[in-house]
């Protein structure tokens, strides 16, 4: 469980870790955000430096070249994530937009009322506001899949709670509280044969937590829509995807309206551009789309089977490492291989802000509070959890100083 794969030592790649100022620092909060290679904060460094210009629109070579840039990074996410093709990429600020251009075009345009949208109940709020809105303008229903305390959602609950009357179905690919994967190209094919009275419901992946950390495939999960970010996956904050099955995209209408997403204009009305760019409004983030490209190109680099084992490696160690430390509860699952590297946990007696604080005075960044994902707080009977997230950057050294850090929170706390 080193991190260091052939001759590459990843970490030396992220000048975050080399700097003195996180010198000691063990970083584990990557479920929030990861930190970015050298390439990365390049790639954006050259485009700002020597390719700056409007793109899509130029005429001249500079802004050519800056569409070029940007055109190719579309067609990484595409091949990423192998998409059909590039043009079923529409890059978003982050997975929160790219659900809410889904909700507001697709849901405001095709839910009716008395339909249903299945979501589950371990959603991050990013996946339930939208669809709470959409419902409630059109009078539709929101339908719960329940999880049990591991994070399982039993084909049951899909198999019943998914019906003729489902239109839309939208689960996180991979869960930020439990960290477990759902099975999610399950749930599509069920909510394709049986959603939407047999012709089919939609099925939305939410791939904040997954992207990063495994190979997605779009069209072998079935997704006719997943969402994405790039600050979670090694690249730039401000860039994010959305995948969308081009059918769909043809039947939505625009979510932002303005430049670039049209053909032609007049006083009364407007044509639209081609895909994606119709659903592209406005300046867009070349630089950071750039970013989001060289990301890609590292993780793939890497390698999921080094990301895979790494996080595996690194949960199973810190959750064996819990059983030892009195009054230390793990959220969800025994098993550390169906965790993503995401430890949820909480101490008995002490607040997970204090967790947070305490560790953090000892130069440990780990997450707490309710995750954005309150309606599961709710169920599992708790205010709020810790959570320590690792990437394939760490290292088990790295676990040891959390874990012995942690021994010592109650102690801290002035518990026993
Ligand atoms: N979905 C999940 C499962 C997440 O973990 C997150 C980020 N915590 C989001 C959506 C939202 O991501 P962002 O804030 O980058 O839009």
């Known amino acids: 469980m080193e991190n260091k794969m052939g001759s590459i030592d990843f970490r030396k790649d992220f000048p975050f870790f080399e700097s003195s100022i996180n010198k000691g620092l063990v970083y584990f909060d990557n479920a929030a955000t990861s930190q970015r290679p050298a390439c990365v904060n390049r790639a954006v460094e050259d485009f700002n430096n020597f390719n700056n210009a409007n793109p899509l629109r130029g005429l001249y070579d500079l802004s050519v070249r800056a569409t070029d840039l940007y055109e190719n990074a579309r067609a990484k996410v595409a091949a990423f994530l192998n998409a059909p093709s590039d043009s079923h990429i529409i890059f978003t600020r982050n997975a929160t937009e790219s659900l809410n251009l889904v909700a507001y075009t697709y849901g405001m345009a095709f839910v009716e009322e008395g339909d249903e949208v ?213 959220i969800g699952n025994d098993d550390p291989d169906r965790h993503c590297g995401i430890v949820t946990f909480t101490i008995d007696d002490v607040h997970p802000h204090d967790i947070a604080s305490m560790l953090s005075s000892e130069n440990v960044a780990i997450r707490a509070g309710h995750h954005c994902a309150q309606p599961l707080m709710q169920k599992l009977g708790v205010g709020s959890t810790a959570r320590a997230s690792v990437y394939f950057y760490n290292t088990q050294k790295e676990a040891e100083v959390f874990l012995e850090k942690l021994s010592g929170v109650r102690k801290w706390m002035g518990l026993s």
């Open 118 to 330: 299945v979501i589950s109940a371990m959603e991050h709020h990013s996946n339930i506001l939208p669809w709470q809105m959409v419902c409630s303008a059109k009078k539709a229903r929101l339908v719960w899949l329940e999880c049990d305390a591991s994070g399982i959602i039993p084909a049951s609950e899909w198999q019943t709670k998914i019906t003729a009357k489902t239109k839309i179905v939208s689960v996180a690919h991979v869960s930020n509280v439990f960290g477990i994967t759902n099975p999610v190209k399950e749930i599509a094919s069920y909510a394709h044969k049986v959603g939407n009275g047999g012709k089919g419901a939609v099925m939305i992946v939410d791939g904040a937590q997954s992207v990063p950390h495994m190979k997605v495939d779009v069209q072998d999960i079935g997704a006719d829509f997943l969402a994405f970010s790039g600050h979670k996956a090694l690249g730039p904050m401000g860039i994010g995807a959305l995948y969308a099955r081009e059918k769909f995209l043809e039947q939505m209408p625009p979510f932002l309206r303005g430049g670039e997403m049209i053909e032609y204009v007049t006083r009364e009305s407007a044509t639209y551009a081609e895909l994606p760019h119709k659903f592209e409004a406005g300046t867009v983030n070349a630089g950071g789309a750039v970013g989001l490209a060289a990301a890609l190109d590292y993780i793939e680099k890497v390698g999921f089977d080094f990301i895979e084992k790494n996080d595996n490696a690194l949960a199973a160690f810190i959750m064996n490492g819990m059983k030892t430390i009195p009054h230390v509860h793990v």
